[in-house]
């Protein structure tokens, strides 16, 4: 995976799918769902293809890699959850999926406009929400303290970057209610292999921007936790 040979390990990938499969009873209208661009690796062995060649085969990609690789491009960012070989690869085997299946399912109109680029009317919006407006009301305070959590990895999509941008304005209304405030960001990750700290770019600018907020005293940056 780390040298993104793909191509040399597809068949026996499929192989192990079909393998598994072959375990358990298939129904004659049972229905086959990709979650993911990786699932892409099982699909180009005859075998798997005749295997899914009269079954429905639906493809909801939980990160809609074609779209990320857009974003990024167009920001110039690409200190990501892919690099850009990542990208390229994973672009091109989502679009595989995409053409495969019968039918797409993505969770916004952003994004259903987009692939309708790809995959035309075989795109899908499911949005969760019931409705598109909520009101939240406050709990009562238990206690003087407002503590925020983040996390996952430091990646420019996850908007860190953006969510430190407006402590200023969240101290503010904390220091008017006589309230003290902080926020936790888990997103430090380490290499298994050489234990070094991961994206350091993304996170030295995270950094940089905390510094220069003066809000350091509000704001830490911690290891990433699951």
């Not at 390990?9 to 192989?15: C, H, I, P, W, Y």
């Not at 990320?68 to 920001?75: G, Q």
């Amino acid at each position: 995976k780390e040298r993104i040979n793909f191509n040399d390990v597809e068949n026996l990938l499929s192989f192990q799918v079909i393998a598994a499969l072959k375990n358990i009873r298939l129904k004659k209208n049972c229905i086959f769902h990709f979650h993911s661009w990786e699932s892409a690796l099982a699909i180009n062995s005859k075998e798997f293809k005749e295997l899914i060649r009269d079954k429905k085969k639906i493809f909801s990609p939980y990160l809609t890699i074609n779209r990320l690789k857009k974003f990024l491009k167009e920001n110039n960012k690409f200190e990501s959850t892919l690099n850009k070989n990542e990208l390229e690869i994973s672009s091109m085997y989502e679009t595989k999926l995409i053409k495969l299946c019968d039918k797409i399912v993505v969770e916004s109109k952003g994004d259903k406009i987009f692939y309708n680029k790809i995959g035309g009317n075989k795109i899908q919006e499911y949005s969760y929400l019931n409705s598109g407006k909520y009101v939240v009301h406050a709990n009562i305070a238990i206690n003087d303290k407002l503590k925020f959590v983040a996390g996952g990895r430091p990646v420019y999509e996850k908007g860190f970057i953006e969510l430190v941008k407006e402590v200023p304005s969240i101290i503010d209304y904390a220091k008017k209610n006589k309230l003290k405030f902080n926020l936790k960001i888990f997103c430090k990750e380490y290499s298994r292999l050489t234990h070094r700290l991961k994206k350091q770019e993304y996170l030295k600018k995270l950094e940089k921007l905390i510094n220069k907020l003066k809000i350091s005293k509000y704001v830490l940056v911690l290891d990433k936790v699951s």
